[in-house]
């Protein structure tokens, strides 16, 4: 058993997606994972493509026949994806029971409201370091207000800026170090999980978000609560970069990898 849990799995249930859970557990089950960790995006802000897409009843179904599938031969867990919660928790909770996910996962999608979501469109009309940094200053505040477990692809705008044509290939520990520490020392504080999401990867800025040099500074200052998720949303991505996201982890001197089940982390060695 490769002693991975991905933590960053969408199944068919979110509208971007579209592999069903079960059969994603029997690829984890060929590929030996530990464990999946799957979402569903909740997003609450009407300019998102997923605003509205979250169904429980369906997302719980599909994951009690993932759970029926694995048979106790892989870990599910199910968590969720939710989207500026700093900004929308208030109204998610309405919709949905924290207590009854495994995780909640708290992701950055768009700065500022309508007209700043993190594609194209986003950069066109202004100067793209000033979204970047927005895009920071709302991850702090993400982090320092949020009832969530884990911190999902933290960089994600370099998806926006490489799609874009903008240069991509700063690295932001220089350009705001103060705000960026200032994050690490909140979800340490917070236990929070940093997710090392290797979407990137795959993708033409061919870089994991956080990058490996802030991936470094997280453990130099202490942080061992790190999850890795590969953000598979279909064909032909299932689980893609865990293992080169895994080793990263090792060379930046993390000993071990979480889950969480029933929102407690659970801890894996990675040796
Ligand atoms: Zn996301
Ligand atoms: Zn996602």
Redesign the pocket.
């Given at each position: 058993m490769i002693p991975i849990t991905d933590m960053?799995v969408?199944t068919s249930d979110?509208p971007d997606a579209d592999i069903p859970a079960r059969e994603l557990v029997a690829r984890g089950l060929n590929m030996n994972l530990a464990g999946i960790g799957f979402?569903a995006?909740v997003d609450l802000d009407p300019e998102d493509y997923c605003y509205g897409g979250f169904k429980e009843n369906t997302y719980n179904r599909s994951i009690e026949l993932a759970r029926r599938e694995a048979a106790n031969r892989i870990l599910v867990l199910k968590g969720i994806?939710v989207g500026e919660p700093h900004i929308y928790e208030e109204q998610v909770k309405e919709i949905v029971d924290y207590s009854a996910y495994d995780f909640i996962?708290g992701?950055i999608h768009s700065v500022e409201g309508a007209g700043m979501i993190l594609g194209k469109s986003a950069y066109e009309n202004a100067n793209p370091l000033e979204i970047v940094e927005r895009y920071y200053t709302e991850t702090l505040q993400m982090v320092a207000e949020a009832d969530m477990d884990i911190l999902?692809?933290m960089g994600l705008f370099r998806r926006g800026l490489a799609l874009a044509g903008l240069e991509h290939d700063f690295n932001e520990l220089e350009l705001w170090p103060d705000t960026i520490l200032r994050i690490l020392e909140i979800i340490i504080d917070r236990n929070i999980s940093l997710e090392l999401n290797t979407s990137g990867l795959r993708r033409r800025e061919n870089i994991t978000y956080p990058t490996p040099w802030i991936l470094e500074l997280y453990h130099r200052i202490g942080g061992t609560l790190i999850t890795i998720?590969s953000?598979t949303?279909r064909e032909p991505y299932v689980f893609f970069g865990l293992f080169d996201g895994r080793q990263l982890l090792i060379e930046s001197g993390f000993k071990e990898v979480f889950c969480f089940e029933n929102r407690i982390p659970k801890r894996m060695s990675l040796v």
């Open positions: 960053h969408h979110s979402v995006h994806e996962t992701a999902a692809h998720g953000d949303h």
